[in-house]
């Protein structure tokens, strides 16, 4: 059981809007920022946004985050075949003084 | 770039320990922490261990104390997590991951498929 909630799963057509969330705690999300990340399986998870809502360089600006107090939500716009993986969120938790992360949603392009 | 490169894959028995190497190239190797990351089959990522290369002091998720070490070489630039009495619900992939000023991973190693059965 992960201490982050994602839905386990997410989908939309090309070219749609699809947004995944994150729920977590005051100890977590509500007093630390959230970092996302898309995961291949079988390749190492890449950062997708770090501190709530900001995008590492290379990352298309159609990949957006926000937080707003105990929960945080990834963005995806325009959606394209290549932009189906798994997604997870994470951030530090104060009580467990460790990253939490959640539990991945697995997002398909129809 | 930042480059974590793991060991390949292991097979153990339930009771014996594996030990993990990952490998850090693209950065200076003692200006970041180290996390250690695994995934089961079908499950999340959960949080195992931080190590800070520098001075090689460690923070192990409560879970894991007294059957994970983290240890570092500064002089190859690599850390290793040796996991101990390892049991089925041991399988699963393990991770390293370089930490940033957030205290999250901002990038990863390949991952390392560790199986325990008998």
């Known amino acids: 059981q992960s201490v982050l909630t994602q839905p386990p799963s997410a989908s939309g057509t090309p070219g749609q809007r699809v947004t995944i969330s994150c729920s977590g705690s005051?100890?977590?999300?509500?007093?630390?920022?959230v970092n996302w990340y898309h995961h291949f399986p079988g390749t190492a998870p890449k950062l997708l946004i770090y501190?709530?809502?900001q995008r590492p360089s290379g990352v298309p600006d159609r990949f957006s985050g926000s937080k707003s107090g105990t929960s945080a939500s990834l963005a995806i716009s325009g959606l394209q075949s290549e932009d189906e993986a798994d997604y997870y969120c994470?951030?530090?938790?104060?009580?467990?003084?460790?990253?939490?992360f959640g539990g991945g949603t697995k997002l398909t392009v129809l | 770039q930042v480059q974590l490169v793991q060991s390949g894959a292991e097979v153990k028995k339930p009771g014996a320990s594996v030990k993990v190497s990952c490998k850090a190239s693209?950065?200076?190797?003692?200006?970041?922490?180290i996390y250690w990351v695994r995934q089961a089959p079908g499950q999340g990522l959960e949080w195992m261990g931080i190590?800070?290369?520098?001075?090689?002091?460690?923070i192990y998720a409560q879970k894991f104390q007294g059957r994970v070490t983290l240890t570092r070489d500064t002089s190859t630039s690599t850390v290793y997590m040796e996991l101990t009495s390892l049991r089925s619900e041991d399988t699963a992939v393990y991770y390293c991951?370089?930490?940033?000023?957030?205290?999250?991973?901002?990038?990863w190693g390949q991952g390392t498929l560790v199986t325990v059965s008998s």
């Open positions: 994470a951030a530090w938790d104060e009580s467990l003084n460790g990253p939490v």
């Open positions: 190590l800070n290369p520098s001075v090689g002091n460690t």
């Open positions: 501190r709530n809502n």
């Open positions: 693209g950065y200076i190797f003692t200006s970041y922490y």
């Open positions: 991951a370089r930490g940033s000023g957030s205290g999250l991973p901002d990038g």
């Open positions: 005051d100890s977590n999300i509500g007093s630390n920022n």
